[in-house]
């Protein structure tokens, strides 16, 4: 391949990539799209618990742009958050359970399709979407 071939190819995956890029830049992450359609209602679509269902809910929810502030450590607290998106186990912390448990929905969502342990991990996959969502709602 001659250097100016070398050189167009070059350019053009650049240019390519830069494309795909961008596109992907202005496309929402999973984890946003999770969040949009599992969240939203309630908390807000900032996350602020202002969500248009929050008028139905005898318990107000949460204020999830402010976790990490409300941290001790000041720190985000991603596997707390995971286990209550999560839904699965209790979390006596966070008390009554208004909020539908995200790990029995990811697992319908994944089905058969992944067998025991794939479907595992595919519902921690799209929980981590979500929380990592989540943590960039903080102030």
């Known amino acids: 391949m001659t250097r100016v071939r070398k050189s167009l ?21 999973r984890g946003q ?3 949009t359609l599992a969240c939203a ?13 929050r008028q139905f809910l005898t318990v107000p929810p949460s204020d999830l742009t402010t976790l990490r502030q409300r941290d001790p450590n000041r ?8 286990l209550v998106v999560d839904g699965r186990t209790q979390v006596p912390a966070h008390g009554t359970r208004e909020m539908p448990a ?4 990811f697992s319908v969502e994944a089905g058969n399709r992944f067998g025991e342990f794939g479907r595992e991990t595919y519902i921690r996959g ?13 102030r």
């Open 41 to 53: 209602q309630c908390h807000g679509a900032q996350g602020r618990g202002d969500g248009p269902m």
């Open 126 to 138: 799209r929980i981590v979407e979500l929380v990592s969502h989540i943590e960039t709602l903080q």
């Open 102 to 105: 995200w790990g029995a929905v």
């Open 9 to 29: 190819l070059a350019a053009a995956c650049g240019a390519a990539l830069a494309t795909a890029g961008a596109a992907q830049a202005q496309q929402p992450s």
């Open 75 to 82: 720190e985000f607290p991603f596997y707390r958050v995971f």
């Open 33 to 35: 799209e999770a969040y």
